[in-house]
């Protein structure tokens, strides 16, 4: 997918929500169009990806249909997409998917299929909790196939997360970049009637 397909699905996605009909929360996504497009080329097909509840990106990008993905969208699943056909799961709990995602380069490992890996996303406010430091140490300890992206958009929800959390350390086998958020935390800034 091309940035300019990226952002016109979430544009879809934020009329429709105006237009009231999504009756349940949106997390839109932008700004950080580029980077994932670079990142998601060194994920291949048999890889699995752990997301956050802002997730579309990661969702297109790993292939799964736009029509799939915007089907569930209007049901109301927006933050918690699961595709096993696509090795595709998304949580709204900060950092839920963190542990599971380590169990699978677990079984991956024991597996020994060196065509199968794990990518898990998290932000930043994520990157600061103790299990997010936990997951890292112990994957890293074990040599487990997983890389961890934090995507830093320096806010946890709307609080500046370096003033909440401090300054955020570079982990190992970690890969850490920033944006600016084009949209809010949650929907699109405007109220909707129901």
């Known amino acids: 997918m091309t940035k ?105 490992n024991r597996q020994g299929n060196d065509n199968d890996g794990v990518w898990v996303f998290v932000g930043d406010m994520a990157a600061s909790t103790g299990i997010f430091h936990e997951c890292t140490k112990y994957a890293s300890r074990n040599e487990l196939p997983i890389t961890f992206v934090v995507e830093d958009n320096k806010f946890s929800v709307n609080s500046p997360t370096e003033e909440v959390w401090g300054r955020s350390e570079q ?4 890969i850490r970049y920033s944006y600016s958020r084009t949209f809010p935390h949650q929907g699109t800034g405007k109220w909707v009637v129901f």
């Open 4 to 108: 300019e397909e990226l952002i016109a699905f979430e544009e879809e996605i934020k009329e429709i929500y105006l237009a009231g009909k999504i009756k349940a929360p949106v997390h839109l996504v932008g700004g950080n169009e580029e980077t994932l497009i670079h990142i998601f080329e060194n994920i291949r097909p048999n890889d699995w990806v752990f997301s956050t509840h802002r997730s579309h990106y990661h969702a297109l990008l790993k292939g799964i249909p736009k029509e799939w993905l915007k089907k569930e969208i209007l049901e109301g699943r927006s933050i918690g997409i699961y595709n096993a056909e696509y090795r595709f799961f998304s949580s709204a709990i900060v950092g839920g998917c963190l542990p599971i995602a380590v169990g699978v380069a677990m079984a991956v």
């Open 171 to 174: 982990k190992p086998d970690t």
